[in-house]
């Protein structure tokens, strides 16, 4: 019997906005907003909060408990093995990775992902190898048996740490595929709508008080028609469109070229 589950990974450490799952926009944690958010995907399975067994993460258990989501804590590094130990946990067949930074994440887009996943039998399929969405729309969906080959054999710091290169890298032992946006046009590098700085806190803020109020499930499209309408809360990041964390591996990723990431 086939199980679906989707691992948002979460944690409290984050060295360059320590906290940030757990700071507040209209009130309510960010974490609790972008669980909602996914919530809404028809595709999705059951979603389960991954953190770390640092002592810093409690806080993160602890809102899960008191909101009846599910949880899972595992090793604070190697999030290879935390979301495998996490997929066994809840005996999935079917494992998708969405990162606790993507608060603006739109459920139809994970469908799509899903959808693509189910209808093409492949090991592994994601929106982001090449990325064209704008950043923060992030979905990577697998097989238990792919992210237990991948847990056995990834042996590099930077495989265990971001849990999925080990599928790019090795396409011959995995069948992979990628959803582009069907706008035919690549925001990746230029529109950012994920959490890691300050000023991606204000501008996430500014998308939630914006649309949250007159449709909590607001799209990807409603975030672009409010960018085009008032251009000024697009520059409240924009100094870092296209910064990732794929600027500090160029050298060990062959699937990943320099025009993929940029430098603060």
């Known amino acids: ?72 804590r595992g090793d604070e590094n190697d999030l290879l093995d935390r979301h495998y130990q996490c997929a066994l946990k809840y005996e999935a067949t079917t494992v998708a990775k969405i990162p606790s930074d993507c608060p603006l994440i739109d459920a139809r887009i994970m469908d799509k992902v899903f959808e693509f996943f189910m209808e093409n039998n492949l090991d592994y399929v994601s929106n982001l190898h090449p990325a064209t969405y704008p950043d923060g729309n992030d979905v990577e969906v697998f097989t238990i048996e792919a992210l237990e080959k991948a847990n056995r054999d ?48 204000n501008f996430i803020s500014r998308i939630y008080e914006e649309l949250y109020k007159i449709n909590r499930n607001f799209s990807l499209e409603d975030i672009l028609i409010l ?11 924009s100094i870092y469109a296209g910064v990732n964390w794929y600027r500090n591996h160029l050298q060990e990723l062959s699937t990943i070229a320099p025009h993929q990431t940029k430098n603060i």
Request: proline share 5%; glycine share 4%; with cysteine.
């Open 227 to 237: 960018l085009d309408a008032k251009p000024e809360i697009y520059g409240l990041n």
């Open 154 to 201: 990834a042996k590099k710091s930077m495989e265990r740490e971001h849990t999925t290169p080990y599928f790019w890298e090795n396409p011959h032992l995995f069948t992979i595929g990628n959803i582009s946006w069907e706008r035919n046009i690549d925001y990746s590098m230029s529109h950012r709508f994920t959490l890691d700085y300050i000023e991606d806190f």
């Open 1 to 72: 019997m086939s199980k679906v589950i989707t691992i948002v990974q979460a944690r409290m450490s984050s060295s360059r906005l320590p906290g940030k799952v757990m700071r507040t926009i209209l009130g309510q944690p960010i974490l609790k907003l972008q669980l909602e958010r996914m919530s809404f995907s028809k595709c999705c399975g059951q979603i389960v909060v991954a953190t770390s067994l640092n002592p810093s993460d409690d806080i993160i258990e602890k809102f899960c408990i008191e909101n009846q989501i599910d949880v899972f």
